[in-house]
């Protein structure tokens, strides 16, 4: 079976998902890119298989099927590529240097990077709002925590938007985007090292346990994850979220209580509707269905967290509903920078709606451009009128 991957499927893939959820646990499909992969989507066999060690990330275990995106060995070396005992180091000593007090710490700077974003939109009252605040706000983030100096965050932002997506006329342009921010974090870690600082790199560098540190390659290549998860995703979630809220019929009430409206946002509109593939290491059944040895799984976030099993009237947003959304995964690989996302999410959707209180679309919503892709969900921009 092909994945029926089309305009209409990255407008829309929840009814698609829905009728493989509906018709078997498991089901065998080609990908666009003609990769054979086994898509899970139903929320209790997501959650289950999430903790289960026979599917690993590493993609040693694979039959070599799968052709996915794929990073030079130097920035491969990250928590999403390993299974444990290596996993559970690595991530001990991110534990160290990534917490709580640190995100917290990041508060008044998203808070006054969000208010100084929107000071800056169009005076006409009209604006495209991946562009001018979704897109900018999360990399002023990253470039932050990660202690990415002032002068070198334009260039940073650059290959960031051509890594994710490369001009239809240069397709190896996103090849040398990687290239340049690889080379980038390489001279950036060479400094921290020289000049350490009050920030992420600098905690990651010292690091240590029992005499054990980083490598460079690893610590390069969890600069890098946090680079491209801590980006993409949230300039996807912002954009949904807020798409999102401009449709229902009052938000007031949602941007009162953000906090739980973030979740269900999160739950309704994932950036993410498939996780990260994951390798059989022996036979898995799967609700009866078998699964063989060395096959690719996917597991489909955008159907398990709208199952109506566990989700009463999953197509409708609603704030402080009972049940755990899988958009942040689920066991050892659970989002390590899951409460730096709320606040960001927080901060962007409830300044933007409480500052812009009559925000609406400024074209039907039928016309808004989504990224050309099966994995992520995401707008290519979001044109509003702000007044």
Known sequence: MQLPVSEEFFRDPYPVWAGLRDSAPASRVDLPDGSPVWLVTRYSDVRALLGDPRLSVDKSNGDGSWRGFSLPPALDANLLNMDPPNHTRIRRLVSQAFTPRRVENLRPLIQRTADDLLDALPGDGEADLIRGYAGPLPVAVICELLGVPETDRADFRSWTDVMLVPPRDDPRAGLRAVAAIHAYLVDLLARKRAEPAD?????????????????????????????????????????????????????????????????????????????????????????????????????????????????????????????????????????????????????????????????????????????????????????????
């Open 199 to 387: 920030d992420l790199l600098s905690a990651l560098i010292a690091a240590r346990e029992n005499g054990d540190r980083l490598s460079e390659d690893e610590l390069t290549s969890l600069a890098f994850l946090l680079l491209l998860a801590g980006f993409e995703n949230t300039v996807h979630a912002i954009g949904t979220g807020v798409l999102t809220l401009l449709t229902v019929p009052d938000r007031s009430g949602m941007v009162a209580d953000i906090g739980k409206t973030v979740e269900e946002l999160l739950r309704y509109e994932p950036p993410a509707t498939v996780l990260l593939r994951r390798f059989t290491t022996e036979d898995v059944e799967v609700d009866g269905v078998v699964v063989p040895r060395a096959e690719t799984v996917l597991l489909v976030v955008g159907a398990a967290n709208r199952d109506p099993a566990v989700f009463t009237d999953p197509g409708t947003v609603l704030p402080g509903r009972s049940g755990g959304h899988l958009t942040f995964g689920h066991g050892i690989h659970y989002c390590v920078a899951a409460p730096l996302a709320r606040i960001e999410l927080e901060i962007a959707i409830g300044t933007l709606l409480r500052r812009f209180p009559e925000l609406r679309l400024a074209v039907p919503a039928g016309e808004l451009r989504w990224r050309p892709s099966f994995r992520a969900r995401g707008l290519v921009d979001l044109p509003v009128r702000l007044t």
